[in-house]
């Protein structure tokens, strides 16, 4: 059983910086792939970002790519998510995520995680 803990939402305006971080309570850390997803009201959940479990390979959604950073610590079991240049439609709750494929997947969807923390919030003001 894997156990996420998000932290570090919060509220920030346009052009400002938040870091999410993601606490996992799993012996095997190293061997999950991790994901961020987020779910704006009225919306489906979708893809920010997903890292591999070594850390050398990391997936963004367009809408983020040069403003958001994914990345892990696997000796404190932590993964995270540092958001700058954030705009007014980042605003959502996100969504740490793991997954622990059979072979080199990188999940790009809710349905390939396994497990998920309760989220944190967003909000990005104009």
């Known amino acids: 059983q894997v156990q996420l803990v998000e932290s570090g939402g919060g509220l920030v305006q346009a052009g400002g910086s938040l870091r999410l971080s993601c606490a996992a309570s799993?012996?095997?850390?190293?061997?999950?792939?991790m994901g961020w997803f987020r779910q704006a009201p009225g919306k489906e959940r979708e893809f920010v970002a997903a890292i591999s479990w070594s850390g050398d390979r990391t997936y963004y959604v367009d809408s983020v790519k040069g403003r958001f950073t994914i990345s892990r610590d696997n000796a404190k079991k932590m993964v995270y998510l540092q958001m700058n240049s954030l705009k007014p439609e980042d605003t959502a709750v996100y969504y740490c995520?793991?997954?622990?494929?059979?072979?080199?997947?990188?999940?790009?969807?809710?349905?390939?995680?396994?497990?998920w923390g309760q989220g944190t919030q967003v909000t990005v003001s104009s």
């Open positions: 995520a793991a997954d622990q494929p059979a072979g080199l997947r990188i999940g790009v969807r809710p349905n390939e995680y396994d497990y």
């Open positions: 799993v012996r095997t850390f190293s061997r999950y792939v």
